[in-house]
């Protein structure tokens, strides 16, 4: 196991009927301004209740951060700050409206002219952030337990990752019943994503991290329990399977698994040009590169596919081979089950996408990607060549 750092101080307040706590999280003297992405958190009353929760706090709302959420959206929250001399804020919503959140709460102290380059410096610049805590709507990018972020430069269509120790939430506030009115696709989208974020920091290859391969094999084992039970009735959710994907969504990415280990995250990288090229969702932008990644990656990655293959998906006979392409196939079978793509074709993209999205990462400098920095684009262009 490798030498690391491990630190979370996000106070995690699990559990149904636990709004009314925010009035003991959030200090009394606090001016907090409320973030919340499009309509959903009004329409489903987790507004109100947030509100109500604040009591005689001064406190106003932001609305309109959006999927995959704007830079320039974010810089209309810091002007609202400014204007209301509020320092606190509570994002309300999904991973978007908790990421832009973070880069608010550092714009917001920044001193420089563009905040943007607190992102293009990936958050090494971040010396200090306003305080911010979290009422997480959507199971999936783990966003409330981390201090890491996405944003998006739409006048550039670059989107980016940037973290900061300064961006952890104080607090988050993890109501499995928020997500009984997701739709199937956010709920897909979710357990996608959580997956995904297990096998970016389990499936590279092995330096005796023991222990963090069993916490991962765990999530994944859960994910693929519930996933499809989740799926199949949307609309009669199950407490505890919700809690479970709640929950384990936070730990695919809060930096436990990936503690002491080698990570990949190409399968990120190639997603997010598929979100700012063609705006299909994290989740599903995900599902279309993992699979054939995993089949072009198959000779470093192969000790790791060979123990997935045994002890997330019980594949013990056939030749090693051949157990490998079963557990690929299992994936996209176990992502197609859920009503996700893995395949370019379902979205209308061809090989024309393949050469933007490899002209993308090329632009962006992402030519070195994958644990063993070794996916050029030479590389991407035969991965999603066997995703169309
Ligand atoms: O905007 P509203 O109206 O609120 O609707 C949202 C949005 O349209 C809706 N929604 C959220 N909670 C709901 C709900 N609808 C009904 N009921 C609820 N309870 O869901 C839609 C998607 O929300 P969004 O926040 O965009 O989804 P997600 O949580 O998947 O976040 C995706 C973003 O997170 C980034 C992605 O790149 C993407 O920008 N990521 C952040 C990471 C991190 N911070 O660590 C890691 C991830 O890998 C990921 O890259
Ligand atoms: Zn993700």
């Known amino acids: ?59 106003a709302t932001f609305a309109g951060i959006e999927p995959n959420p704007h830079y320039e959206t974010a810089l209309q929250a810091v002007a609202q700050i400014r204007a209301g001399g509020f320092d606190y804020l509570l994002a309300l919503g999904g991973g978007s409206v908790i990421d832009a959140a973070k880069f608010i709460a550092a714009a917001e102290l920044y001193d420089g002219a563009e905040p943007w380059e607190l992102v293009r410096q990936r958050g090494r610049s971040i010396t200090r952030a306003l305080p911010l805590g979290a009422v997480l709507t959507l199971p999936a990018t783990g966003s409330e337990m981390n201090d890491g972020g996405v944003l998006t430069h739409h006048a550039r269509g670059h989107k980016l990752s940037f973290s900061s120790p300064h961006c952890f939430p104080q607090w988050a506030l993890l109501d499995p019943s928020l997500t009984y009115t997701l739709p199937p696709r956010q709920l897909a989208n979710g357990v996608v994503d959580a997956f995904v974020h297990t096998t970016e920091q389990y499936l590279t290859y092995p330096v005796g991290g023991g222990l963090q391969d069993r916490f991962a094999e765990g999530l994944l084992l859960e994910l693929i329990d519930i996933g499809p039970r989740i799926l199949a009735a949307p609309a009669q959710p199950d407490y505890a399977d919700r809690a479970n994907l709640m929950w384990a969504a936070s730990w695919a990415l809060n930096g436990l698994i990936g503690a002491g280990v080698p990570q990949d995250w190409a399968t990120h990288v190639i997603g997010h040009e598929f979100t700012a090229l063609y705006g299909i969702d994290h989740g599903r932008s995900l599902a279309l590169v993992l699979p054939a990644l995993l089949h072009e990656r198959r000779a470093p990655k192969r000790a790791k596919l060979l123990q997935y293959a045994q002890r997330v998906w019980g594949l013990t006979s056939g030749d090693e081979e051949a157990r490998i392409d079963a557990a690929i196939a299992r994936t996209r079978d176990f992502f197609e089950g859920l009503g996700v793509p893995t395949r370019l074709s379902a979205y209308g993209l061809g090989a024309e996408a393949v050469d933007a999205v490899v002209a993308n990462l090329q632009a962006h400098g992402m030519v070195q990607l994958g644990e063993q920095r070794e996916i050029t684009p030479e590389v991407v262009r035969r991965i999603l060549l066997a995703a169309l």
Not at 2 to 20: E, K, L, S
Not at 35 to 50: C, D, I, M, P, Y
């Open 1 to 59: 196991m490798r030498n690391f750092d491990f630190y979370n101080p996000t106070r995690i307040v699990f559990g149904q009927g636990r709004m009314a706590e925010i009035d003991r999280l959030v200090p009394a003297a606090a001016r907090v301004l409320i973030l919340v992405g499009g309509a959903s958190a009004e329409k489903h009353g987790t507004l109100a209740a947030v509100r109500q929760a604040l009591g005689a706090r001064v406190h």
